[in-house]
């Protein structure tokens, strides 16, 4: 259907999201396998937890606030050299970990990952909207969910090598080969040229017909609408992420056997990461046909109910693997219905970079994760924290549907008639 308004010889755009999404489950378990590193590292060096969760928080900070520049050279440049680079990267990172003999040197670990994830995840998802301007919300899903999902994975074999050989050996390792393969793959990866994709008039949401530069979107309210949104949602998500692992453990439910052999923790961890993973291309999909701002009044209205229950009723070991599930599903979709949203209302010319801008508010959001671990201290228990995430995600939905939705309408049908084109 749609895709007869391609070329004659179109390009098979499934295998390029295809290796989009590969690249995406490579670098998956830098940030959501990282919570199986942080009881090691504090056993083995001594390192107060907290401090190590900075290593986290300038990982996320450096995985987003780089990412215009990145994106702005895959815009220019094309893809394959970014991606490339990011693979470099990203072994690096973990290379150093595995080295670490110091905080500073774990921080300095971070730092190059955090750029090498940048450099992959923000190309991904831009080519990814730039290839399926008919399907957005369930390609940029579809990508975005190898980044939430990827780590599962990795999970039990993580687990296994830190158990026989120790956390750093697993640093080296799924860094060295995860790396290697993200490579290789980027030299397969391309834009889509003129008349290679469908009309936008394919799509069923409403969508700019003109492409704002990054200049214009940062001039945009509506940007700093659905940036404020992201800060809120993407900080409670964060927190469970790199949290979760000390949660179970303090209700006393993480080593409890529940399944098959399996710990909750495991379990946990494994249900979370496929959830999370599943989110982004449902909730995207969902959103391709009612709509960007309802299909986030309906995710984060979940995300809220879930943050509460596992704050007040998730110390038993099913309920902890429900509730946090819960979590995961209705969080993971913000890096699909954001992306799609962003690049609906300000055109796919210069997509890459202006999501990147966007794609920064989950760097400022991580500046929060290590905040959490104070709160608990200080009150005693996270139920403190996990009802301040349950009502970010409340608010949010407020804001997706009284204040985003209509300003994105009129920005659209009314401004954009007036705005300069591309």
Known sequence: MAEKSMGASPPNRWLQLIMLIGCMVLIANLQYGWTLFVRPMNQAHGWAIADIQIA???????????????????????PKLVVAFGGILVAIGWIINSQADSLMMLYFGAVISGIGAGSVYATAVGNSVKWFPDRRGLAVGLTAAGFGAGAALTVIPIQAVIAADGYAAAFFWFGLVQGAIVFILAWFIRAPEPGQVPSAKAAQVIQSTQSYSPGQVLAAPVFW??????????ASGLMATAQIALIARDYHVADSVILLGGTTLTIALLVDNVLNGAARPLFGWISDHIGRENTMAIAFSLGGVAYWLLGSAGTSPWAFVVFAGLIFLTWGEIFSLFPSTCTDTFG?????????????????????????????????????????????????????????????????????QHAPAE
């Open 56 to 78: 986290f928080s300038i990982f996320v900070a450096l995985e987003t606030w780089l990412t215009p520049v990145e994106g702005w050279l895959a815009d220019k440049i094309g």
């Open 225 to 234: 609408i659905l940036y404020v949104m992201f800060v809120m949602v993407s």
């Open 348 to 416: 796919p010319k210069f997509a890459t970079t202006n999501l990147s801008l966007l794609y920064t508010a989950k760097g400022a959001s991580a500046l929060l994760v290590p905040v959490a671990n104070l709160v608990t201290v200080a009150t005693g228990s996270w139920h403190a924290v996990l009802l301040v995430t349950a009502i970010m995600n409340f608010i949010v939905v407020v804001l997706a549907l009284f204040v985003l939705k209509p300003l994105r309408s009129r920005w659209i049908t009314l401004l954009a």
